[in-house]
């Protein structure tokens, strides 16, 4: 969804100007803000990419602007007469006059930096992101070799699907949507798993990324939205994640949540049956 907008929004344009405006926001670039201001002037962005939960703008020559957007991060195309948001802590202006490029995070705990890039398996990435694996929409991934990686390992499926150093992308409301669609409780064995039971996991994940992402992603309360400020609905369209209580779609039985990893996981009592301790 943000990726998206980027692509459309700032591909192709030169950055002139650079402001920052709360030094969390760029603690991860340790040169610090001046170098990051003046790294970025005179650039001009390619293209935008993600992996994972990192997103970044390839810049000329061997380098990117790395994002992370944490919990409340937001990349927001404004035009340059619009207020300055609230939580507004770097602008990027462009060549162009037109509108500017603001990240703008509440809680700080995202960030962007300026980082290196690095060729892995035909694809250039910035450095910190070249250990996280393709996810399941990119059209290099490749199932076979996933599914064979998922099953070498002895955790339970939503921890392997959660593992970005074996698959990218899923998280943890994409997770419970795949598992319900597979019943498959999320703590099952990973090393039990038949091979077509992994495949079909992974399939329904892929489809679970592709219709939020046509949705425009799922949207729990104002901070997450795309580049224009805007809500996704697919949290509307959810079977589990956050449906405690409620029934089924599948079979009527009222939805649980458990805990898991700090978080919650939601699945059905009835379609998705827990496995026997080991």
Known sequence: MVRRGLEAHVVG???TSVEVLHPRAIRRHI????????????????AARRRGKYLWADLDGDAAMLAHLGMSGQMLIR??????????????????????????????????SIEDTVEVDGTVLPVPVAHIARDPMDPA??????????????????????????????GNIYADEALWRAKLHWARPTEKLPAAKATEVLAHAADVMREALGQGGTS??????????????????????????????RCGSPIRREPFMNRSSYSCPRCQRRPHTR
């Open 13 to 15: 344009r030169l950055i």
């Open 31 to 46: 040169a610090g803000d001046i170098d990051f201001a003046a790294r970025l002037a005179g650039q001009t962005i390619t």
């Open 79 to 112: 035009d340059g007469d619009a207020p300055d948001e609230k939580h507004l802590r770097v602008r990027l202006r462009f060549a162009d006059g037109g509108p500017q490029l603001r990240f703008v995070d509440q809680r700080t705990f995202g960030g962007l």
């Open 141 to 170: 991934f490749d199932l076979p070799a996933t599914v064979k990686a998922l099953r070498r390992k002895r955790t339970e499926v939503k921890r392997a699907l959660l593992d970005q150093n074996l698959i990218s992308g899923i």
């Open 220 to 249: 729990f309360d104002a901070l997450y939205v795309n580049v224009n400020g805007e809500s996704g609905y697919f949290d509307r369209s959810l079977a589990v994640y956050g449906q405690e209580g409620l029934p089924c779609g």
